[in-house]
Antibody, heavy 119, light 107 residues
Framework: QVQLVQSGAEVRKPGASVKVSCKAS????????IHWVRQAPGQGLEWMGW????????NYAQNFQDWVTMTRDTSIDTAYMDLRRLRSDDTAVYYC????????????WGQGTMVSVSS | DIQLTQSPSFLSASIGDRVTITCRAS??????LAWYQQKPGKAPKLLMY???TLQSGVPSRFSGSTSGTEFTLTISSLQPEDFATYYC?????????FGGGTKVEIK
């Protein structure tokens, strides 16, 4: 079945970086955009940006423009989200999710990766 | 940025109740609105898109409607598995945004 499986929980100190992976299965990886969405504890959902696995093109939300990088490895159907210069308020669950094209909703989600930032 | 204002933010209801959640967009978004259901500790699940199109596998007690920039999610008869938080989501313009959520709890 169609699945997005994310890497496990991470703990980082402020100022460090974290890289979360999202492995796709059950569908053509290059045919769907991969988006990243985060959710701080007890809070709502925040869209971070997308990557087009077909050509590596990206579109980041302005809030994350200078400190997030989204990449992919089509040989292993995996997308990555790299967040730099972490702060304590980056503590959140990070989800990958996919959409068929821009303007269509997120139909399948990964299970989420908890990233904790604490000194 | 397009703001989505959900109301209420919290509601308490009983099994069998008819429940309505509203999402108001700060500007026109045509029908580029989706609804998600999220249970504690789980990822969101797509319920509806294009304002009123039910995602495959979602029970027909869920329905959606729109009037201008106001969107409504209705659960016709609340079931035990429906107690969750619901989010609206606009996919009309960047940055993509979500409503603040509506938590539906058992009365």
């Amino acid at each position: 079945q169609v699945q997005l499986v994310q890497s496990g929980a991470e703990v980082r100190k402020p100022g460090a970086s974290v890289k979360v992976s999202c492995k796709a299965s059950g569908y053509s990886f290059t045919a769907y955009y991969i988006h990243w969405v985060r959710q701080a504890p007890g809070q709502g959902l925040e869209w971070m940006g997308w990557i087009n696995p077909n050509n590596g093109g990206t579109n980041y939300a302005q809030n994350f423009q200078d400190w997030v990088t989204m990449t992919r490895d089509t040989s292993i159907d995996t997308a990555y989200m790299d967040l730099r210069r972490l702060r304590s308020d980056d503590t959140a669950v990070y989800y990958c999710t996919k959409s068929r094209t821009l303007g269509l909703p997120f139909d399948v989600w990964g299970q989420g990766t908890m990233v904790s930032v604490s000194s | 940025d397009i703001q989505l204002t959900q109301s209420p933010s919290f509601l308490s209801a009983s099994i069998g109740d008819r429940v309505t959640i509203t999402c108001r967009a700060s500007q026109g978004i045509s029908s580029y609105l989706a609804w998600y259901q999220q249970k504690p500790g789980k990822a969101p699940k797509l319920l509806m898109y294009a304002a009123s199109t039910l995602q495959s596998g979602v029970p027909s007690r869920f329905s959606g409607s729109t009037s201008g920039t106001e969107f409504t999610l209705t659960i016709s008869s609340l079931q035990p598995e429906d107690f969750a938080t619901y989010y609206c989501h606009q996919i009309y313009a960047y940055p993509l945004t979500f409503g603040g959520g509506t938590k539906v709890e058992i009365k």
